[in-house]
Structure formats: C-alpha cells, structure tokens
C-alpha cells in the first residue's frame, strides 16, 4: 500500500504494509460461511446479513455496502457512499488487503472476538480504521475535501478521530476505539495494537512532521497520550493512561506522567501478545505501594 506525505517525509524510514501476504479470496469464504450460520441461528439479523454480506460479491461490496450503512445522513446518503467507497476499494487492491490484515488482526488478538464476521458487523475500531482507508486514499488522490469530510461523520459515527493524511499500516488491531485521535503527521507502522482513549497528537502549533511515530509491534494501553514527534520503538508498551513526551526504546515498557522507562520486554512482540502487564527489571525502581 503506497502512502504519499502531505508534509516533508520524516528523516525516519517507516514500514508500511510490508508484512506476509494474505489470501482474500479465502478472508471473504470464511466471512460467507459465518453469514450463513448468523442466519440460521439468529434470524433476526437475517436481513443486515444479506445486505452487507450474501448479496455481496467480494469484501470490496461488503465494504462499500456496510461502511455506507452505518454513515449515511441526510447530506449524503447511502446512495452516494456506497459506490464511492465501493469504488474506491474496488479500483484500489491494496486497500481491501490491508482491511483484511486489520480484520485477522482484530479476530486473532482480541479474546471477545469469536468470530472474524462480529468485526464486520459490528466493531467500531476496524469500521473507523476501514473509513480512514478510503478518506486516506481521497486524500492521496487531492480529493480533500470529500477526504475531511469522511473524517468528520467517521469521528460523529464512531468517537474516532483520524485525520486522512495520517500514514498507517497494516495488521492495526483498534479495540473499543472510542475516542482515539491521530494528528496529521502521525505514523503507525504494521502490526500494531491499540486501546481506547489513545491520542497521537502535537505539543503546540508548530507545522511538518510533529505527531508520533509508532514502530511495528507496539501495544499502547488504554488512555495512552503520545505527544509531539516521538517514536515508539519496536515491539514496546506504553502503560495506560501514561504520558509520553520523548523517545521510547525498542522493546521497553513506559509508565507514567510522564512516562519513564519502567522494564524491558521479555516478549518480542508486545501487540501479539496483548500482555498489559507492566514488567519490571532489576534496573528499575519498583512500584510504589498505594496508600
């Protein structure tokens, strides 16, 4: 997936959607099938099932047909999203690959999911992640406008905020979601996960490169605030609720406000293993008791 700055690139090299290939064909069978099973054991959901899934021909006009349902409003309705989103991941591959990686992320890493249709049908985080996909797409193509605007019914519909020229990529596991927020300038390699409340954001008004960058296989805890042009190294954790204002090295755990070095990780990939425990080396002071 080719991601284009909007701003000078960072001095930085990212990997974005650099990770194994993924079968789409087989990702849209399995989601066929668990449709088909909805349908025989809750009837109920019959017809939300059908529309966004067995009418459907491949994941691209699921998409279209889902994103758009959840979206539409009085000043611009299903009938202009969904061929807009439809087209937009029909005319872009790539796109409806990184869905489907982010989808296997959001199925193999959180316990709740038991299903890979459920994130389809009803996570909020991969919806906002999978709208962000097109408005960043949009953005690409300078129709920014319209880019923004799936922003802002995104950030309405689902309390997540993304700006379209944001760079992401791909295996992105956006749990709850609400009130996640990514700035402008901000990077989030692949294979990364996420808790609710996150923010990415600046320190002030200065313009360039000045949210972020997350390096693949980070885990941020929930209520996570990343400020300024920071990196999170490889494979690190960041604490909930933590504060971070300067660099994090690789496969080391922060905590805090502001957030310090607290341990190092015995794990190599701290999203996989979505372990928010905070370890603590012998090099580091413990936690103090709470009184």
């Known amino acids: ?49 059908e529309d966004v899934i067995l009418s459907r021909a491949s994941l691209a006009t699921a998409l279209g047909a889902r994103l ?32 489907a ?9 959180d316990p709740a999911c038991f299903s890979p249709l459920e994130p389809v049908l009803f996570f909020k985080g991969f919806l906002a992640l999978s709208t962000y996909r097109v408005s960043h797409q949009l953005w690409q193509d300078q129709r920014r406008w319209l880019a923004l605007y799936l922003q802002s019914i995104a950030s309405e519909s689902f309390a997540v905020d993304i700006h379209p020229a944001a760079r992401i990529g ?14 402008e300038t901000a990077i989030i390699e692949d294979d990364v996960s ?10 002030g008004k200065e313009s360039g490169d000045r949210h972020p960058i ?18 999170i190294g490889t494979g690190a954790k960041v604490g909930a609720g933590s504060v971070v204002l300067s660099d994090v090295p690789p496969h080391t755990t922060v905590a805090g406000v502001p957030a310090v070095i607290v341990g190092e990780l015995g794990e ?19 936690t103090p008791p709470v009184t």
């Open 194 to 203: 996420i808790l609710h409340e996150v923010t990415l954001g600046g320190t």
């Open 68 to 99: 758009s349902r959840r979206l539409a409003r009085t000043d611009m309705p299903r009938q202009c999203l969904e061929p807009l989103f439809t087209g937009v991941f029909e005319a872009h591959p790539l796109l409806v690959r990184s869905v």
């Open 1 to 49: 997936m080719q991601h284009i700055p909007s701003h000078p690139a960072s001095k930085n090299t990212v990997n974005l959607c650099l990770g194994s290939a993924i079968d789409v064909a087989e990702v849209w069978q399995t989601l066929c099938a668990e449709a088909r099973r909805v349908v025989v054991e809750e009837p109920l959901l019959g017809p939300l099932v």
């Open 214 to 231: 997350v390096r693949s296989g980070v885990l941020l805890g929930a209520g996570a605030k990343i400020l300024g042009r920071v990196t």
């Open 170 to 183: 791909c295996g992105i596991l956006l749990d709850h979601a609400t009130s996640f927020v990514v700035g």
């Open 268 to 286: 190599e990939n701290a999203a996989a293993e979505m372990n928010q425990r905070l370890e603590r080396s012998r090099d580091h002071s413990p």
């Open 101 to 109: 990686r982010d989808l296997l992320a959001m199925y193999e890493r």
